[in-house]
């Protein structure tokens, strides 16, 4: 059995002395999208936070079989870890081409060469990001700041893609946009953690699942069949199934 690109064993963490995980354990394949889906304040932001190193937290992390645990965030990006946060916490005063270039930092760090052909592999990604690449950020749609916030996590050539809520305050049009996108980056092979309340999306273009209550892993399974599952339909999905 190959070696999981991520593997997290029994993480603990939380806001003070407020637990919000308790002994969380899960898998990202490399290639694979990975979905954690919950309702509210089940975790899932603080899932990827303390997989990034924003929070502090117990437990064991492993990266491409490396022990990253004790890593800093700083070195967490370096490794390949990226995360497009869920307030996407964008340079509103810089404009959209800048914003990117910031983005390039983990392989200007490495000395990575031709690291500034992302941009132009971000601009056929969002071709509106071309169109506005002098426009200051903070004047942007949300969609259009979601787009950049990805294009400029996908500018750090990073190994692990996650996500927070991409589809959070989004009209329906962009949702599927940004869920296209998703599909688009999964066919070229990237691998993705996706958190997400719009559980019948994350499903439809995950490859595996994870159920997340109040701080504890209540299902897990192939994506199909977890869109598939009663439980999951009652309680995320309404009556009707996903294709």
Do not use: C
Request: charged letters at 20%; aromatic letters at 4%.
């Amino acid at each position: 059995m190959a070696t999981p690109l991520l593997e997290v064993i029994d993480l603990h963490a939380g806001y003070g002395k407020a637990e919000v995980l308790r002994g969380l354990s899960l898998q990202v394949a490399s290639g694979a999208v990975v979905t954690v889906i919950g309702p509210n304040g089940a975790g899932k932001s603080t899932t990827l936070n303390a997989l990034m190193g924003v929070l502090p937290a117990r437990g064991t992390l492993r990266f491409d079989g490396h022990d990253i645990t004790r890593l800093t965030l700083e070195e967490r990006v370096l490794a390949g870890l990226a995360l497009v946060p869920e307030r996407r916490e964008l340079f509103g005063t810089m404009s959209v081409e800048d914003n990117l270039v910031l983005g390039g930092w983990r392989p200007r760090q490495l000395r990575l060469p031709n690291w500034r052909a992302g941009l132009e592999q971000a601009f056929a990604l969002f071709p509106r990001l071309k169109e506005r690449r002098a426009q200051l950020a903070g004047t942007l749609s949300g969609g259009e700041r979601q787009m950049l916030a990805i294009g400029r996590a996908l500018m750090g050539q990073p190994r692990l893609l996650m996500l927070d809520e991409p589809s959070l305050g989004l009209a329906p049009l962009i949702v599927r946009d940004i869920f296209e996108i998703i599909t688009r980056l999964r066919r070229d092979g990237v691998s993705i953690l996706l958190v997400e309340q719009n559980a019948r999306a994350a499903l439809a273009v995950a490859d595996h699942g994870y159920v997340l209550e109040t701080g504890d892993l209540v299902l897990q399974g192939a994506a199909e069949d977890l869109a598939g599952d009663p439980r999951v339909i009652e309680t995320y999905l309404g009556s009707q199934k996903t294709g």
